[in-house]
């Protein structure tokens, strides 16, 4: 069964701590999205990556960073947790191509204290 | 830029029923993708249906049917016999067909709620 894999469902971690949310897919896809989800605001594109080492800034990349050493691995840094990035973060994964659909994780509840 | 407008933030619907969820959207693009994903409580996010835009006919899924309308920019979606499992959250997804992003443009969301 293939999937899109969260490391952490629920996280809590205080103002200032470096945090690492780590995403795996094992469908050897190439292109893998971080999302953050608030309500009223749907989902918003943090950083996306279409292959290994590539990255690109999605529509609110300030205060993360991301890294992609492995294809099937895309990890999101929050490089100083502020309690403003309080929110659903949910990591997806799709072959090349428009029409493909996106295969999400499980998402990971962070919360900022 | 692209934008996804979903207008209606709850809808609620009696079991067996048919209820349709509207999404609009803006893009100078002729060619691009739609798509309706389903977030139950698990948060799993599961594609419910998609639409290709230069086919003009409507994508249909089962109980699940859209409503595209090219120049109005609208991509609506069709619950028919509404089941309980249908509560969800529901978003619209755009996503342009060609260039190096792949990435999909969410709307807001609107939360359904099945009434028995």
């Known amino acids: 069964d293939v999937k899109v894999t969260q490391s952490s469902r629920y996280l809590v971690k205080r103002t200032g701590e470096k945090v690492f949310l780590e995403c795996v897919q094992d469908?050897?896809?190439?292109?893998m999205f971080w999302y953050r989800q608030d309500p009223g605001l749907g989902l918003r594109l943090i950083y996306f990556s279409y292959d290994v080492k590539m990255k690109e800034k999605g529509d609110i990349p300030e205060g993360y960073s991301v890294s992609r050493e492995k294809k099937e691995r895309f990890s999101l840094i929050l490089e100083s947790a502020s309690t403003n990035q309080t929110s659903m973060y949910l990591c997806?994964?799709?072959?090349?191509?428009?029409?493909?659909?996106?295969?999400f994780g499980s998402g990971t509840q962070l919360s900022v204290l | 830029a692209q934008t996804v407008t979903q207008s209606q933030p709850e809808m609620s619907v009696q079991e067996a029923e048919t209820v349709t969820l509207s999404c609009t959207y803006d893009t100078s693009e002729s060619d691009y993708y739609l798509f309706w994903y389903k977030q139950p409580p698990s948060r799993q996010m599961i594609l419910v249906i998609r639409?290709?835009?230069?086919?003009?006919q409507n994508a249909t899924e089962n109980r699940f049917s859209v409503n595209f309308q090219k120049a109005a920019k609208s991509f609506s979606l069709k619950i028919s016999d509404s089941q309980l499992g249908d509560a969800a959250m529901y978003f619209c997804?755009?996503?342009?067909?060609?260039?190096?992003?792949?990435?999909?443009?969410f709307g807001t969301g609107t939360l359904l709620a099945v009434q028995p």
């Open positions: 997806a994964s799709s072959l090349d191509g428009g029409y493909e659909k996106l295969l």
């Open positions: 469908m050897d896809h190439e292109n």
């Open positions: 997804a755009y996503r342009r067909s060609r260039g190096a992003t792949n990435k999909l443009i």
């Open positions: 639409q290709e835009a230069y086919k003009q």
